[in-house]
Nanobody, 120 residues
Framework: QVRLMESGGGLVQTGGSLRLSCTTS????????MSWYRQAPGKQREWVAT????????TYADSLKDRFTIYKDNAKNTMYLHIDNQKPEDTAVYCC?????????????WGQGTQVTVSS
């Protein structure tokens, strides 16, 4: 069983910045990609960004790419999401997902999520 542990959520004012972390119990070298998703109250889960572990290629939701940055630290088995110029509509539970390599049957795992609340 692969465990993902998010941290870094909290209360932030509009215009502020925040960095979320997602640490995996599995060596990040056994993971193909890691992603962030978010789910706001009363809304469907929304994909935020993905990073490929091998070459670090990143992709973002079009509406978020100007303020969100996804990156990783292989040595720490950790992926990050930096959010700038936060807006009240960023309030959501942010979850990370990991897609494993064939060695781990290509399975996908989810973290429990971390709450981000942006006050106006």
């Amino acid at each position: 069983q692969v465990r993902l542990m998010e941290s870094g959520g909290g209360l932030v004012q509009t215009g502020g910045s925040l960095r979320l972390s997602c640490t995996t119990s599995l060596s990040i070298l056994n993971i193909l990609s890691m992603s962030w998703y978010r789910q706001a109250p009363g809304k469907q889960r929304e994909w935020v960004a993905t990073i490929k572990i091998d070459y670090g290629m990143t992709t973002y939701a079009d509406s978020l790419k100007d303020r969100f940055t996804i990156y990783k630290d292989n040595a720490k088995n950790t992926m990050y999401l930096h959010i700038d110029n936060q807006k009240p509509e960023d309030t959501a539970v942010y979850c990370c997902q990991a897609e494993c390599t064939r060695s781990y049957r290509g399975r996908k795992y989810w973290g429990q999520g971390t709450q981000v609340t942006v006050s106006s």
